[in-house]
C-alpha cells in the first residue's frame, strides 16, 4: 500500500510561470477509457490518488467525471493554480484541494479581485466536505494583497509567517520555491534517503510509471502501467535496487542524486 498514488491526467497547463518546470512531452489529456484502466490496475495499492504531476488537471474537459469515477474507490486530491476553479464549484468528491496562490499574475487576463472572488465562491461552496489548502510556497508581489482580501472575506486576522487555519477545512500554506531536479544540475546528494517508492509513485498522461511528482519529464521510467500489472514493476530491478537504496540512506539514479527537495524542505 502507498500512502498515495499521482496520476497525470493532463499535461497541459493554462499559465507559463516562472517557478514551475517546463514540460516538454508531448500535450495530452487523459481518455476516460485508459483512465478506468489503470484505476482498475492500481485499486488495492493506495486509497488516496492525486490527480496532478505537472499541468493543470482543470485544463481537462471530463475532469468532473474523473473526480466522480475516482472517488468510487479513493481519495481524490487536486493541486491547481486556480484560475478554472469554478469548473469544479459543485463537485464535492473532493477530499482536498490545493490552490497555489502565488500562480496569480495578472498577465492571464483576470484581476485579482476576480481571480479571488472565484476561488472564495468555490471556497465558501465546498468547504464542508473537502479541505482546502491554499498555497504560497514562492514569493509573488501580490501576495500581501491577497492575504487582506482572504483576511477581509473570513473577517480573520492572517500574517504570511506561519501555516494557518482560516475556518474549519480551509487553510493557508506557507513554504518556499525549490529547485525542480534536473540532470543538467551542479546538485550532487548521493547519501540521502527519499519518500518515493516507499510511500508514492507517479504516473504519467501516457502510462509511463516513475518513482515521484518530481519526475515531471519521465526520465527513471520504471514501466507503463497500459503494459503491465503494479506488482511485476515493483519486483523489477530497478525499482528494487532503488527502494533498497532509499532503504539504506543512498540515492542510486542519477536524477535522483540531482534532487534537493527534501533539503530544501528541512
Known amino acids: 500500500m502507498y500512502k498515495k498514488i499521482y496520476l497525470e491526467v493532463t ?5 507559463n510561470c516562472s517557478f514551475c518546470t517546463k514540460n516538454k512531452r508531448i500535450k495530452k489529456f487523459i481518455s476516460i477509457e485508459d483512465y478506468l484502466k489503470i484505476l482498475d490496475k492500481i485499486k488495492g495499492y493506495t486509497k488516496y490518488l ?3 504531476i505537472s499541468g493543470e488537471p482543470l485544463m481537462h474537459p471530463q475532469i468532473n467525471e474523473l473526480i466522480n469515477l475516482g472517488s468510487k474507490n479513493f481519495h481524490i486530491n487536486i493541486t491547481t493554480n486556480g484560475y478554472l476553479i469554478k469548473r469544479i464549484y459543485d463537485n464535492h468528491n473532493i477530499r482536498q484541494i490545493n490552490i497555489s496562490l502565488h500562480s496569480f499574475n495578472p498577465e492571464y487576463k483576470i484581476n485579482l479581485n476576480d481571480y479571488m472572488h472565484n476561488i472564495i465562491d468555490v471556497i465558501n461552496n465546498l468547504k464542508n466536505d473537502t479541505y482546502i489548502s491554499l498555497r504560497f510556497w514562492t514569493y509573488n508581489k501580490y501576495n500581501e494583497e491577497i492575504i487582506k482580501i482572504l483576511a477581509s472575506s473570513f473577517q480573520v ?6 501555516n494557518f487555519k482560516i475556518v474549519d477545512n480551509v487553510y493557508i500554506s506557507i513554504g518556499h520555491e525549490f529547485i525542480w531536479p534536473s540532470l543538467d544540475s551542479d546538485v550532487n546528494i548521493q547519501n540521502k534517503t527519499c519518500y518515493a517508492l516507499r510511500d508514492h509513485l507517479g504516473i504519467l498522461v501516457d502510462g509511463t510509471i516513475i518513482p515521484c511528482c518530481l519526475d515531471t519529464e519521465g526520465i527513471i521510467q520504471l514501466g507503463n502501467i497500459f503494459n503491465e500489472d503494479l506488482t511485476s ?10 527502494l533498497k537504496g532509499f532503504q539504506s540512506n543512498k540515492r542510486i539514479e542519477k536524477l535522483c542524486q540531482k534532487c534537493n527537495f527534501l533539503s530544501d524542505k528541512n
Request: charged share 15%; proline share 0%.
Open 11 to 15: 499535461n497541459n497547463c493554462n499559465l
Open 50 to 52: 492525486y490527480l496532478h
Open 157 to 162: 486576522k492572517i500574517e504570511l509567517k506561519n
Open 233 to 242: 514493476v515493483i519486483n523489477s530491478q530497478r525499482y528494487q535496487t532503488m
